[in-house]
């Protein structure tokens, strides 16, 4: 009921912008190729899926994403549970991490194409860094509040300490967890899209540039749709994963 009511209002949302939109490029008189209609993107996208270039260019971004962004999260979520059951090291490395959050992961493009070279692995490295501090900061801000009681019961069961993180604390923080996975999806597939208009030869960045480079602005519009679908189906699996480790846990989703 849900889904089909969002399905619906979007489909309402869409289609007014679209009748918009092409009433003020007819009305208007604006050139096509400086204010595409919709007619015309949706050529656009037509041409893109026909002769194959948006499936290239989705499936290199897709595969740059997806390597980044769980390499993130599994590094950030191991190392916050750790952190964040060891307060006098969390108090030494907070600052640092308080330091390096805020700064964009493009501006250290420079030194990872020195480092790491051309190709796939800087985009995965801006990617990493963009996904991993959201995901290490909610996993460390909710260890942090779990209740000693849980544990102290926990403890005189005889639970050591790693079955402790894996069976008492990761069920515990896992609702916070998922609000740090859902905003690292949205930032690391931003970055991603803005590393590849920089410094990549292929994926959707990529296409957005070499398509501004020809002036055609059509293919341009059609590509930012493609990275807006893309980033809310990733979004989307993001909520299918997050519900079914609550069923795993017997835990109802909200």
Do not use: C
């Amino acid at each position: 009921m849900k889904n089909s009511k969002f399905l619906i209002n979007a489909g309402i949302g869409f289609t007014i912008l679209i009748v918009i939109w092409q009433f003020i490029a007819e009305v208007g008189g604006y050139e096509s190729a400086l204010f595409p209609p919709p007619s015309k993107i949706w050529e656009g996208i037509l041409t893109l899926i026909s002769d194959g270039t948006l499936l290239t260019h989705l499936q290199v971004s897709l595969s740059r994403f997806i390597t980044g962004y769980l390499s993130a999260v599994i590094v950030a979520i191991a190392l916050g549970l750790i952190l964040g059951r060891i307060p006098l090291l969390w108090g030494v490395i907070d600052p640092i991490v308080q330091v390096l959050r805020p700064v964009s992961p493009i501006a250290w493009s420079p030194f990872i194409v020195l480092w790491f070279g051309i190709g796939d692995i800087p985009a995965i490295v801006i990617i990493f860094i963009a996904a991993f501090f959201p995901v290490l900061l909610s996993t460390v801000s909710a260890v942090r509040k779990v209740e000693n009681t849980y544990i102290k019961v926990a403890q005189n069961f005889g639970i050591k300490k790693l079955e402790l993180l894996r069976k008492i604390i990761l069920p515990a923080v896992f609702p916070y967890i998922a609000n740090g996975l859902h905003i690292a999806v949205g930032t690391a597939w931003i970055f991603l899209v803005s590393g590849e208009m920089v410094g990549s030869q292929s994926g959707l960045g990529y296409l957005i540039v070499d398509a501004r480079n020809s002036m055609r602005l059509d293919l341009v519009m059609a590509g930012i749709i493609f990275i807006g679908i893309a980033g809310l189906i990733l979004d989307k699996l993001v909520g299918l994963f997050e519900s079914w480790i609550n069923r795993i846990w017997g835990r109802q989703s909200a």
